[in-house]
Structure formats: structure tokens, C-alpha cells
């Protein structure tokens, strides 16, 4: 399967905005995906059809035109559910993708936010806060670069506990997770991508690592019982969810009595025009889907967290910048840890 995206310079690439989505082909725009379940027309020819705008150099190029929005609630979640729906087939076709072509970095389709070669990568995690160390002690494959942070700094991670990360990926959180807490520990991955679960297993066993199970599922109905986990990891997946609030309640509950939240993902500090928040390529790139600070503190209490603490960090506009080097993302989002606890009554 095959998804068409807005590419670096703002154009569609393949041209799949001009009018529903075809059947197999995810929605390159929120638009779009209302429309291919409707059946109506979302514009002309891209690039001076009617109902399309034209590309501005240095300009965010919309694939969506002039059309309204889609809903969203007031927390910032994707209202309709047959968009929620396009959006995760575009996010799993997005990292099917990646996982089968070894590529690597978050970001829009082509992003050069990371080379080919393991220098490149270890650079890359450097720049979001792990250690050479770190870097180097995983299977081949497992660190794609696709993090805004890194989760073990504020995890604290204790020999003995269980471990959940959402969104695995090819496994780099888990695996690191897993030498914290030892061979008296357990490690749970889920990651709704079948190649990307299929290559952290693959990872896995060339570690030989057997406290670490990687389990398909989407992080907003999580396969895994109830008071589970000491701990819930995450690393730049959580802003992909068209459902954020349901993955914070599906968090609450897999976590034991007085169990912790310990995430790094992209945070919106300022409201992203409608320019930004309807282009797919972003959104799957972790950047057009990220809430508001307030926004996420919200949902959190929702879903009856306590000791809430997000706290952006502005020198990771330093890499999200290259993410998407035609857009002014960095003067809307920043990535952020996110901290909270679960009552232990």
C-alpha cells in the first residue's frame, strides 16, 4: 500500500488532493478522508484546479484549500470518527513504510533528519538526550531515530517493574528499558505497525533479550489488562493519535495504584493554522497533530491523573525545525516530557 504525501517544497506529492481519496490510497489531507467515505469532491487539479490554492515558494502549501475544517472537541481530538479512522491508516502506511525500508527520523516524508549510516543515528539520539552508551547497545535496526527525546530520563526505571511503551517501533525505548529493570522486570512494547512489531521482535531475538514482548495494538484500546504497569513510556507517538484523551484513559487504567506516566512527545505552544493542522504529510510527520499544553493537562485530569507536570524544552527546535524545513513549525510546537501519577488509592 502506498500513501501519497505533501513532500519538503509543499507540493502533493502524486497528486492525491484533487479529489477524494482513492480506495486503498490513505487521505493526504483531514479533507480528504471525510470526502473519500462521502464521495464528494474536494477541489480540482492541484496546482491552479478549482478549489485548490497555488504554491507559494516559502510558503506551507495546503492540499485542503479553502474548505472548513474538520471538528475537532474542545480538548484538540479529531471529532468525526471516519477521520480518525483515515488518520491511523495513514500514520500505520506512513511507519510500514519506515519499518520495511529501514528508514529513519520523524518528520515529513523525505526529511533528511537523519542520514543512512550509524553515525548519523547516534548523532541523532544524542541530540535528543541519550547517551553514546545507550546509542550503541542495541540490536542493529532497533534505534530508527524516530523520538523527540528520551523517556529513561524521567522514567526512573527500578529493577523488578513492568514497563509499558507506546508505540514501540523497533523496540530502542524497550530495550533500554529492559536493562533497567533487569531479568526480574518485564518489558511490554504495542505498536499498531505489523512490520514495525515484526521488526522489534526480529530485534529482540537478536538480542536475546526475554523480558521484552512486543504486542500489536493501537495505544487507544491498549492489548494488555488492567493495573499492569509500573510505568507507561512513550516517545513522540502519542501527538499521531486522533484520540489523545482515550489513550491517557486507556493509560490510567493499565497502570497499577500509584504507577507513572513518563513521556517526551510534540506539544503545540501556540495554535497551528488550519494550514498546518489539515496537512497529512505533517501530521504523520508528529507535528500537525500535536495538543495544546493546557489541552493536555486537561485530558490528564480527565482521566484522573495527579502530579501533572508538562514541561516544553525550546532547544528542540533546534531538530524539529529539520523536520519540516518549508513550514514555521517551530513557532507552534516543541517537544516536551509529560509526567503524571496515578492515585495509589
Request: negative net charge.
Given at each position: ?74 480538548r484538540g481530538n479529531v471529532a468525526s470518527q471516519v477521520t480518525r479512522d483515515e488518520i491511523r491508516q495513514a500514520v500505520r502506511t506512513q511507519y510500514s ?249
Amino acid at each position: 500500500m502506498n500513501t501519497q504525501l505533501i513532500d519538503r517544497s509543499g507540493q502533493v506529492a502524486g497528486g492525491c488532493c484533487g479529489g477524494p481519496a482513492p480506495e486503498g490510497v490513505a487521505a493526504c489531507c483531514v479533507k480528504d478522508a471525510e470526502a473519500k467515505v462521502g464521495g464528494a469532491k474536494v477541489g480540482g487539479e492541484v496546482g491552479g484546479g478549482s478549489g485548490s490554492a497555488p504554491h507559494k515558494e516559502g510558503t506551507l502549501s495546503s492540499c485542503c484549500g479553502e474548505s472548513s475544517p474538520a471538528s475537532k472537541d474542545p480538548r484538540g481530538n479529531v471529532a468525526s470518527q471516519v477521520t480518525r479512522d483515515e488518520i491511523r491508516q495513514a500514520v500505520r502506511t506512513q511507519y510500514s513504510q519506515v519499518a520495511e525500508s529501514d528508514g529513519c527520523g520523524c518528520g515529513t516524508a523525505g526529511s533528511a533528519c537523519c542520514g543512512s549510516t550509524g553515525t548519523d543515528l547516534n548523532t541523532l539520539s544524542q541530540a535528543l538526550g541519550y547517551s553514546p552508551s545507550e546509542a550503541s547497545s542495541v540490536p542493529a535496526g532497533a534505534n530508527m531515530g524516530l523520538g523527540c527525546g528520551n523517556p529513561q530520563v524521567i522514567a526512573s526505571l527500578q529493577p523488578g517493574e513492568t514497563v509499558v511503551d507506546l508505540g514501540s517501533g523497533g523496540g530502542f525505548d524497550c530495550f533500554l528499558a529492559s536493562r533497567q529493570v533487569g531479568d526480574t522486570g518485564r518489558v511490554i512494547g504495542v505498536d499498531m505497525t505489523p512490520a514495525m512489531v515484526s521488526k522489534a521482535r526480529a530485534n529482540a531475538a537478536k538480542g536475546s533479550y526475554r523480558n521484552v514482548e512486543f504486542r500489536l495494538g493501537e495505544i487507544e484500546s491498549l492489548p494488555i489488562a488492567d493495573a499492569t504497569a509500573d510505568a507507561i513510556i512513550s516517545n513522540c507517538v502519542i501527538n499521531l493519535s486522533p484520540d489523545k484523551q482515550r489513550v491517557f484513559s486507556e493509560s490510567y487504567r493499565v497502570l497499577k495504584p500509584g504507577g507513572r506516566l513518563a513521556i517526551v512527545d510534540i506539544v503545540a505552544f501556540a495554535e497551528p493554522p488550519e494550514e498546518i493542522r489539515q496537512d497529512m504529510a505533517l501530521f504523520t510527520g508528529c507535528m500537525a497533530g500535536a495538543s495544546l499544553v493546557e489541552e493536555i493537562e486537561t485530558m490528564l485530569q480527565t482521566a484522573g491523573f495527579q502530579e501533572i507536570r508538562v514541561s516544553p524544552k525550546g532547544e528542540s527546535k533546534s531538530f524539529i525545525r529539520d523536520w519540516a524545513p518549508n513550514a514555521p513549525i517551530t513557532d507552534y510546537v516543541v517537544s516536551a516530557t509529560i509526567e503524571a501519577v496515578k492515585p495509589a488509592t
